[in-house]
Each structure stands twice: as structure tokens, then as C-alpha cells.
């Protein structure tokens, strides 16, 4: 075979493959499909986090705001009076409850809790010397609050009353770092208010 015919047979044959149909051209052989293991993984993966975040949620304790709680309480928490009386039924028991009341007040008074002391005063209370109620206030306060410890005692107590009203009267002893007086007589006026004795009108006298 010449080399003509050579070339003219290896032209022919190429013609053929080309006009050939695609669906009689071989396949590309199939690419290996991905193992599907990794992402069952994942997303076992993702719900377990999920899973674990919503417990966790669920599991933790709501705080309380304790600090916001305790300064409401102390704001709004009340002056305790010095003494809550009863309906009494007798004069007696009227005379009895007054007697209690004049306990607290100088309890109060010991104690140098001057905001339960101070409340034993009615607000109709006329201080003495012509002072102002807030003026008195003042002076009681810086009075009673230099002292370290104040010891009082009250003698031959008489106490009478009569329906919302009652009167008091007493010697007393009054001792604080050094500081004595005694033989300090007292008439206190007082009078019922709601469920409160107060004192309406303190009357001193040396003698």
C-alpha cells in the first residue's frame, strides 16, 4: 500500500468517529460517590450541642435580684412606734397599757434608739423653750447621741386614765459617762391614737 492510500484510509476512518451518534460513544465511567458516614456525623454532631444548650437552659436557676430586694425593704420599712396598745376593756387594763407604754419609751430612750423614741411624741407635741417640732428633734438628737450609754430609772410611777386619754407621773433618774441628775419630777399628758399611746405634753420640775 502506497503511502497515499495510507493516508486517504486514516482520513476516511476519522470522518466515521466523528459522524458517529453520541448515544454509541462509551459512558465516562461513573465517579465514586462520597461516603455518606461523615455527615451523619455533622449532624449528630449538631443536634447533640443543640440538644446539651436547651438542658443547659432549661436546668439553670433564675436569679433573684437580692440586692434590689433588700434596698426596696429598707427604704419602705417603717419606724416601729414605741408601743402598740389593744382595746382595753377596763380602766384597769387602760392604766396597765399606758404603764407598758412608758416602759418602751424609756426603753427606747435608753437604747438610744431615738427613731422609736421620737415616735412616742404625738405630732401635736408642744416641745419646750418655744423650739419648733424639727428644732427639738435636732436638739434631742445631738443630745441624746453624744452620750455612750444612758441608764434611766423611774420612781413612784401613778398613771390615770379616762376613755382616749391619760396622765403620768414619775421621779426620775437619769445617768450617762459621769453625767447624774435625779430627783427630776415629770407629768406627761397623753392620748390614744388608733392603736398608739403618744404623748401630748412633757412637763418637767426640779424640786
Known amino acids: 500500500m502506497s503511502i497515499v492510500e495510507e493516508a486517504m484510509r486514516r482520513l476516511g ?4 468517529n466523528d459522524s458517529q451518534p453520541e448515544s454509541e460513544m462509551p459512558a465516562p465511567p461513573p465517579s465514586p460517590e462520597k461516603p455518606v458516614w461523615p455527615k451523619l456525623l455533622v449532624a449528630g454532631g449538631v443536634g447533640f450541642v443543640l440538644g446539651a ?5 432549661l436546668l439553670t436557676p433564675v ?12 427604704i419602705t420599712k417603717p419606724v416601729q ?3 402598740i396598745a389593744s382595746s382595753p376593756n377596763t380602766e384597769e ?3 396597765q397599757q399606758v404603764k407598758l407604754f412608758v416602759d418602751s419609751w424609756v426603753k427606747a430612750w435608753s437604747e438610744q434608739n431615738l427613731d422609736n423614741y421620737l415616735s412616742a411624741y404625738a405630732p401635736e407635741f408642744e416641745p419646750p423653750g418655744g423650739l419648733t ?7 434631742r438628737r445631738k443630745r441624746l447621741g453624744k452620750y455612750h450609754k444612758i441608764e434611766i430609772k423611774l420612781s413612784g410611777l401613778t398613771a390615770l386614765s379616762k376613755g382616749d386619754t391619760a396622765t403620768v407621773e414619775f421621779v426620775q433618774s437619769f445617768n450617762a459617762d ?3 441628775e435625779t430627783g427630776l419630777h415629770k407629768h406627761l399628758e397623753l392620748r390614744r391614737q388608733g392603736e398608739r399611746w403618744l404623748i401630748m405634753k412633757e412637763i418637767s420640775r426640779k424640786e
Open 63 to 74: 436569679s433573684t435580684p437580692i440586692a434590689s430586694t433588700r434596698q426596696t425593704q429598707e
Open 81 to 83: 412606734p414605741a408601743y
Open 13 to 16: 476512518a476519522a470522518q466515521q
Open 93 to 95: 387594763d387602760s392604766r
Open 178 to 180: 459621769g453625767f447624774s
Open 53 to 57: 444548650g436547651t438542658a443547659s437552659t
Open 133 to 139: 417640732r424639727s428644732d427639738w428633734e435636732k436638739q
